[in-house]
């Protein structure tokens, strides 16, 4: 490498010989990591290797070779560092496009080869700079005619899209690229031949404000926005530089201000940018998609990014163009970016050296102008990617993918190597060093906002954005590493990942199970048990610190996910399952001791197997498939209240007197009862009325405490998405337990209040993660919450006298509610203190049929789950 940079013994060529040589080594071993990217990637060593971008990094060295030895014998005293610089970038940019995608990767490299080419052959010609300045009008003619030529031939070669592009044979040039430098070369002519002492300060700005006005209104008509704030700046500085007057900043930036305000009341591509900026996250799969996977790229990254080739920046569009500063960031985290900004820092630091020591003023301008445009377009399109600045939709000098900007680049290059060669031997003329020492604290305080910015989501919001549901870089890494198991209490898988490195596929065994266990998916993100422990399955959580970093480092992504064992068993599951079959409803089984969730079900349902193809159809049923009815459906209370009514008041509700009949004919019971039916009889069967003649007997203001006993004011603590709960302003009558659909509990919250009798008062915290099987340490279980001491003693009795099933060791209790859609139908109980094995509770809601239909449901669920 060395060698091929070799040049004649000077300070100046060692410097420059030194540092092209280092950009060699870096793009050689940037290179090696793509092409082993592969064998990260899949884990393997049999994984093809990736060759194609050595096409790419050999024509970059040969080249920059080649044209090295050339610019030695025609720019021989040449600032050491601009050849460089530019070199680094481009070749960093072109290996990052093909890593993206081979096919600009070529286009690319044709370009490199073409703009070396023309480097080669302007060197050849210095006399070309002043002839720039002889023709400055016609020059800037021209580009504008060209620009405006776009109006009847324009095209998008994408094919659908802003036709700022003249197409010629397969070849296209975007005509604003260049007319950036023309711009520049007649601002830098005019203000050198005319100058202001001979005219007053407003008839010397006039005529470059008319040509300025006229660039502007052919950009605004492409809708060209970005780079007509561009030719703004470059304005702005240029005349700054040469007047020194500080209010050009001022007015300079109120235009801006204001032709942004305008703009957002008039044009649409502007306020679809605008409200990205301000607020991304309210439309991020949408309208903000691109910037918000742009700062999750950022966020990927880190510190140390994933590695050459290991990150997916190809998940933002037109990551080549405009967003290759985040496919950058991916790869190489927050210490590649800050070495990408102290690049583009110096390579502008050493632009306004060579405008400095000019020879003469045209040179100067020109040379500081050319900076400034690097700099500022830089700044513009990194800052919309960060969310510094709205999206401009300009490239990154010398980095992004662009046959036209690489061009207009390499030609600025030429420019600023020209003028830094001619200033030897020349006697620098008095400069005021002042505007140019603001200009350049401004946009250097551009680049340092960039590298904090980047460090604020790369490091501070890292973890928050990597762990969005709308992050598709999570379900590809899930393609190359395993992510854990849902497996039941015995060790049977519910959801699992089956096939190999490069091809895992989430598979859902037990589809019935679906709106509890959720999904994991590429599109459509994550929900239920597969969201609420996606730490552990994806690995990033439960593994060892170390084997965590070392997996990001050597391969980018995590280590293999952990399995959870739920408290499910699939046995008692498909019991439930087949006797939800065809019903809308839910049913949950618990054990009551310790809140084990042994089955749970709510249908209708979903098949997440099937769900990009059903996705649609599913999330617009009216009876909502995906909706967990056990912890998101809410039903009211209504006579159902009667078994905690008992347990929480169980010497306050005289029941020595049979009810009242005429409240039994005002009220239709769930059940059929007896003509003369007792107590037991008539709460077990859920007769309203009954309800109401105990409610009756109740002091004042013992509602709410009941229902606080009850549990029915707080969410159970449990990782699984819940209805809000029921405010207590909606018990202030006690009537309104029986005819208010506002008093409305979740199926979770009713199986607790029933285990809290089954236990003997106590209220378990609901488990359904019980333990991960770590590397470590085996299954560890995982915390649960706290039981609450709900009922008495007495209370308990109360209950198990007066909702006693004689046939078998339960109580329950039976109850219809009537709906704005009909009658909802409970059933409640649990095992009593006579039964000897694990105390069970179950709750039943059925959104059809009959009362009776949910009693031998949740009989017949309980018998055979005591049985077995």
């Known amino acids: 490498m060395k060698h091929l940079f070799s040049a004649p013994p000077s300070y100046r060529n060692q410097v420059e010989s030194r540092l092209l040589s280092l950009a060699g080594w870096f793009l050689f071993f940037y290179s090696v990591c793509i092409t082993i990217t592969p064998i990260a990637r899949l884990h393997s060593w049999n994984a093809p290797l990736r060759w194609d971008h050595w096409i790419g990094f050999f024509v970059w060295l040969l080249g920059c070779a080649l044209t090295y030895q050339q610019l030695n014998k025609t720019v021989p005293d040449r600032d050491p560092f601009l050849y460089p610089l530019v070199m680094i970038l481009t070749g960093w940019g072109m290996l990052e496009i093909w890593r993206l995608s081979t096919d600009y990767g070529t286009r690319q490299t044709i370009w490199l080869a073409v703009c070396l080419a023309a480097l080669w052959g ?179 990254g880190g510190v140390f990014g994933r590695g050459a080739g290991l990150g997916s920046p190809g998940i933002i569009p037109v990551a080549q163009s405009d967003f290759i500063f985040s496919a950058i960031a991916e790869e190489t985290g927050l210490v590649g970016i800050i070495g ?226 739920l408290s499910i068993n699939l046995e008692t599951q498909k019991l439930v399952n087949e006797a939800l079959d065809g019903k809308q409803g839910a049913i949950i089984l618990m054990n009551a001791e310790t809140g084990e969730i042994l089955a749970i079900g709510s249908q209708p349902g979903f098949d997440p197997n099937t769900l990009e193809e059903n996705w649609l159809t599913w999330s617009t049923q009216d009876d909502s498939p995906m909706v967990n009815r056990v912890t998101q459906g809410q039903y009211p209370v209504g006579s159902a209240i009667g078994p905690f009514i008992l347990a929480y008041q169980p010497n306050n509700v005289p029941l020595n007197n049979n009810p009242s009949t005429t409240r039994l004919n005002d009220w239709d019971c769930s059940l059929i009862v007896d003509m003369e039916p007792d107590w037991n009889q008539s709460l077990m069967s859920g007769c309203p009325g009954v309800i109401n003649e105990v409610l009756n007997r109740l002091p004042e203001n013992r509602l709410i405490d009941i229902y606080q006993s009850a549990g029915f004011f707080s969410q159970p603590e449990i990782a699984i998405a819940q209805a809000p709960t029921i405010q207590t302003h909606v018990l202030e009558r006690k009537t309104a337990i029986i005819g208010s659909n506002d008093a409305a509990v979740t199926p979770l919250q009713m199986v607790l209040a029933a285990a809290s009798i089954s236990a003997g008062g106590s209220r378990p915290s609901p488990r359904i993660a019980m333990a991960v099987n770590t590397p470590s340490q085996g299954w560890v279980i995982l915390p649960t919450g706290r039981e609450t001491q709900s009922y008495s003693a007495e209370g308990i009795s109360m209950v198990m006298e007066h909702f006693g099933d004689g046939d078998i060791s339960v109580w329950n209790a039976t109850a219809s509610v009537p709906t704005g859609n009909g009658l909802v139908h409970w059933f409640i109980g649990g095992t009593n203190h006579e039964w000897q094995g694990t105390p069970m509770a179950i709750a039943v809601v059925i959104e059809e049929g009959t009362a009776k239909e949910a009693a031998d449901l949740g009989k017949s669920l309980l018998r055979s789950v005591m049985l077995h």
């Open 122 to 300: 302007l060197t050849t010609r210095p006399a070309i700079l002043d002839l720039f300045r002889r023709y400055k009008y016609l020059w800037l003619a021209g580009g504008l005619g060209l620009t405006a030529l776009t109006f009847v031939i324009g095209t998008y070669p994408g094919g659908v899209g802003p036709h700022l592009w003249l197409g010629f044979f397969g070849i296209y040039l975007q005509p604003s690229e260049p007319l950036k430098l023309l711009l520049l070369v007649y601002l830098a002519a005019y203000t050198a031949d005319l100058r202001l002492q001979r005219l007053g300060f407003v008839q010397w700005l006039m005529p470059t404000l008319i040509i300025l006005a006229a660039s502007l209104l052919i950009l605004l008509a492409q809708r060209d926005l970005g780079t007509a704030t561009i030719f703004i700046l470059i304005f702005t500085f240029i005349v700054f530089q040469v007047t020194g007057k500080r209010r050009i900043l001022l007015i300079s930036g109120l235009t801006i201000t204001a032709a942004g305000f305008l703009g957002y009341q008039l044009f649409d591509v502007i306020r679809v940018r605008v409200d990205a900026w301000l607020n991304p996250w309210l439309d991020p799969s949408g309208r903000s998609y691109q910037i918000v996977q742009s700062i999750i790229a950022v966020a990927s």
């Open 340 to 565: 990408l900004l102290v690049l583009i820092a110096l390579l502008f630091s050493r632009g306004m050296n060579t405008a400095l020591q000019a020879s003469d003023s045209y040179r100067r301008n020109l040379a500081a102008g050319v900076s400034v445009y690097l700099a500022i377009q830089s700044i513009f399109i990194i800052g919309g990617n960060l969310r510094l600045l709205p999206l401009s939709g300009v490239t990154l000098p010398y980095v992004s993918y662009g046959g036209s900007s690489l061009l207009t680049g390499f030609i600025a290059l030429w420019m600023l190597m020209t003028i830094s060669d001619q200033s030897k031997n020349r006697t620098m003329s008095s400069v005021k060093v002042e505007p140019y020492i603001l200009s350049s604290t401004l946009i250097l305080a551009g680049l340092v906002a960039a590298s904090i910015v980047t460090g604020w989501w790369a490091v501070v919001r890292s973890m928050e954005l990597n762990n969005r549901v709308d992050n598709p870089r999570r379900s590809i890494a899930e393609r190359y590493v395993q992510r854990g198991s849902l497996v039941d209490r015995t060790g049977q898988p519910i959801t699992q990942s089956t096939g190999s490195s490069g091809n895992f596929v989430r598979e859902y065994k037990m589809p019935e199970l679906a709106a509890t266990t959720g999904y994991s998916h590429p599109v459509y993100g994550l929900s239920g048990l597969e969201m609420a422990y996606d730490g552990y399955l994806r690995g990033t959580q439960g593994n060892p610190s170390m084997l965590i970093w070392s997996n990001q480092i050597l391969y980018g992504q995590p280590p293999p996910g952990l399995d959870i064992r």
